[in-house]
């Protein structure tokens, strides 16, 4: 339900902001909501009441963005939205993702944007600052120099936008920074390389909605 939820958030902004980049005028509230409804799947939600409350909850995060986070004045600052990304780590390691939004701000400076829609607790800005999803798109956008907004990392401001509570917390990364996370995750994959992972069978949830199920004997 939650995937299913942050999934159709996320698409709904993106097609919004799609939208506006090409209109002359502040689209209204009720167009922001009416792509939502396009967008709406009931696919993992358990039951129609469960699902009936995770609209409720997506129109009250849409409105409230809308009022407090959409700045149309500032619509021009918008470069990419859902920019996937790729680069090698090493030769035999590559990291992938998407960020959700990319601004360009005062200057020659960028601001990554990433939703959260699930978190029911907001971070210090201590565990921002560590954050390493924010460290590997800072990694990334440093890293591709054919990226269409590619900076050196002093020139990247990175932000968590907790959409449930209408506030973004953000920070940035040194070179120093990049070259400990590197370091992290090559030590991280080593980790994963040693471990086991049994499979632990569990339908409906979560194993028809696993990303590995087709390659699972267990699941099969």
Known sequence: PAQTFGNIIHKTLKNFYQQQLVEKEKLPLSFLLEI????WTSEGFPSKIYEKKAKAKAKKILRNFYKTGFNYQKIGQ?????????FRLTPTLKIGGKIDRVDNISGDKIEIIDYKTGSNRLPSQKEVDKNRQLTIYAMAVSTLKDFPFSRPVEK???SLWFLDAGI?????RTAEDIEKAKEEILKLV???EKTDFPP????????DYCEY???CDAWR
């Open 213 to 215: 199920k087709l390659l």
């Open 156 to 158: 990247i401001v990175l």
């Open 78 to 86: 918008v470069v990419a939205l859902e920019q996937p990304f790729s």
């Open 36 to 39: 939502m409804e396009r967008n």
């Open 190 to 192: 080593e980790e994963l």
């Open 200 to 207: 632990k069978p569990n339908r409906p949830f979560p194993c």
């Open 168 to 172: 973004k917390v953000s920070s940035q």
